[in-house]
């Protein structure tokens, strides 16, 4: 699986620490998001939000801010989104990777979430 990760100022150590688990399990990690060459993506700022806001203008793109595990979980489960948004000022780097990890690991549901994921994007 091919992982994607980008960050701002606030999120070098996060991203070492991302970066450093996700190889040690396997995964293809490059330091892009927005080329289209990867099965999920991960975005790390500050706040999480300025950088969900902006991975969110590109087609296909479905990001969810997620400050939790159990957030993470939905925002898959429910949402199928692609890619997670990490605040790094918000949570610790073990609570980052761990977000990662639920994310990653969490299937969309499909069903009756379904219908609000067809909604979701613009064209």
């Not at 399990?25 to 927005?34: A, F, H, I, L, P």
């Not at 706040?47 to 969900?52: P, V």
Request: hydrophobic share 40%; glycine share 8%; net charge positive.
């Amino acid at each position: 699986m091919k992982i994607s990760i980008g960050n701002d100022h606030a999120g070098p150590d996060y991203k070492k620490a991302i970066v450093a688990m996700l190889k040690a399990k396997g995964y293809e990690v490059t330091n892009y998001v927005s080329e289209g060459k990867a099965d999920f993506g991960i975005v790390i700022c500050g706040s999480g939000n300025g950088i969900a806001m902006t991975v969110n203008k590109h087609p296909k793109v479905r990001a969810g801010l997620c400050w939790t595990k159990e957030i993470a979980y939905l925002t898959r489960l429910h949402n199928d989104a692609n890619i997670v948004s990490i605040p790094a000022r918000f949570t610790s780097i073990p609570q980052a990777v761990e977000i990662v990890e639920t994310f990653l690991t969490t299937a969309f549901e499909g069903g009756r979430h379904q219908n609000r994921v067809n909604k979701i994007a613009c064209s």
